[in-house]
């Protein structure tokens, strides 16, 4: 069985260390990824620029998308990853402390899998970690991964 993978894409470093922390405190101890922008975030998951060494075919278990990103936002990122075969299956839950009912509604437009606002309160953002840990890396049955489609 591989390895199941989190990309964490994530401009704000103070959100970024929370994530960790949650994840560790919930005892997930899955590889993270972290990507700080949506061209970095794209460029991992189509292996090229400073990701071209990476196996396309390894994928990420599950992605969580901030929608405030610099270079190209996160619903853009989502709309080129629905849009292409390699990515279009993948789990992408939009994990993001915008409250804008557009936003949740483009999110889902475009085929997040999920709608996530981040808590304010660490504890309660420790628990949300939690259940999205369980949820996506346990209970959730991933598509079968393809090397090529």
């Known amino acids: 069985m591989s390895e199941k993978i989190i990309l964490l894409v994530e401009d704000n470093p103070d959100d970024e260390e929370l994530t960790r922390l949650a994840l560790q405190e919930n005892n997930i101890l899955n590889r993270l990824v972290v990507a700080h922008d949506g061209v970095e975030a ?7 620029g400073p990701h071209a060494g990476r196996a396309p075919s390894t994928m990420p278990e599950v992605i969580l998308l901030d929608l405030k990103l610099p270079k190209i936002d996160g619903l853009e990122v989502l709309r080129r990853l629905r849009a292409d075969d390699r990515t279009k299956v993948l789990a992408i839950v939009l994990l993001t402390s915008s409250n804008e009912e557009q936003d949740l509604l483009a999110g889902y437009s475009l085929g997040a899998n999920s709608y996530v606002r981040k808590p304010v309160d660490f504890a309660q953002f420790i628990e949300a970690v939690r259940q999205l840990g369980l949820y996506w890396l346990v209970i959730n049955q991933s598509p079968p991964r393809r090397a090529h489609v």
Do not use: G, R
């Open 42 to 48: 794209l460029a991992y998951l189509f292996a090229t």
